[in-house]
């Protein structure tokens, strides 16, 4: 098969201590698939951790999910942007410490 021709299936799982918030905010619409995980917190980190690629936000949850991440070279993107310029967090956090080399920042 060509790489032209070879369809990829993605589907996103969204995991949230909010999943109200999340089902008003993320507009995927009915032909991206889709799942928003009901929790338990260990059941949707042990998702988490099984994904190919892995959106996390800024707390600690998400960065454990993408660290225990069972897969060899999982694709792991973070917001660029944090901690905030100049803020408490900023100076209590070393990002080449805590964000790891082959995570990629995003805007």
Do not use: Q
């Amino acid at each position: 098969m060509h790489a032209s021709s070879a369809h990829i299936k993605v589907a996103f799982i969204i995991c949230s201590d909010d999943i109200a918030w999340a089902r008003r905010n993320l507009k995927l619409g009915k032909e991206i698939a889709h799942y928003f995980c009901p929790g338990p917190r260990e059941v949707d980190m042990a998702i988490l951790a099984s994904c190919d690629s892995i959106i996390i936000s800024t707390g600690t949850f998400g960065w454990w999910s993408a660290y225990l991440n069972v897969n060899a070279s999982p694709d792991v993107y973070y917001y660029k942007h944090w901690p905030a310029a100049g803020s408490v967090m900023e100076k209590m956090t070393n990002k080449t410490e805590y964000f790891l080399k082959n995570w990629v920042p995003l805007e």
